[in-house]
């Protein structure tokens, strides 16, 4: 037999096998993500990322045991990184021109009077006080992220340091900061 014929022959049932796990599993595993998903199109927009990667993954050399399982293994990391791409938005931005223009939301109008301008001052001081206060790793990935917009990708690519590790320090960033603010914010009733 021809070494061509054996190979379409390999590749054939290799796409059988897929077809026929495809068309087993989708009940199940699309269930399982719009339990955890909302939005249908975004739950299915998963299932397909998901069956994606199974194509990829099952026409490697290694073979993927218990597939079932690898499966949902997979659909719940695509469903948490959903999740995470969503906290990494960006803060809503002002058409204020400020530099602090992320606090926008926040911050009282300067144009609301003098006691707001007052209030504006005291918190841009604590503010910078406080992110003063952390760590440089913490601080130089929270301005990145925050203030510049940059992505959490993007840093570690530049910066040779994992996601993953980028997401902590911004965490115990923001967890600082919030601490750190609350009561002067409480003080002006914001």
Avoid: C
């Amino acid at each position: 037999m021809d070494t061509t014929l054996v190979a379409d022959a390999l590749m054939a049932e290799k796409d059988n096998r897929i077809t026929e796990t495809i068309s087993r599993e989708r009940g199940r595993l699309g269930d399982f993500i719009r339990r955890r998903v909302a939005d249908p199109g975004e739950a299915e927009d998963i299932l397909q990322d998901v069956f994606f990667e199974f194509v990829e993954a099952y026409r490697l050399p290694e073979p993927i045991e218990q597939i079932g399982a690898w499966l949902f293994r997979v659909a719940r990391n695509r469903i948490i990184d959903r999740f995470r791409k969503k906290k990494e938005e960006l803060l809503p931005q002002t058409t204020d021109a400020d530099d602090d223009e992320w606090l926008g939301l926040a911050l009282p109008s300067p144009e609301s009077g003098p006691e707001a301008a007052y209030a504006r001052s005291v918190l841009l001081a604590e503010i910078t006080s406080a992110l003063d206060e952390l760590p440089k790793a913490q601080r130089d990935v929270f301005i990145a992220h925050e203030l510049e917009g940059r992505s959490f990708k993007d840093l570690a690519a530049e910066s040779g340091v994992a996601v993953n590790t980028l997401l902590a320090r911004k965490r115990y960033a923001v967890l600082h900061l919030r601490a750190r603010l609350q009561t002067i914010y409480d003080e002006f009733n914001l």
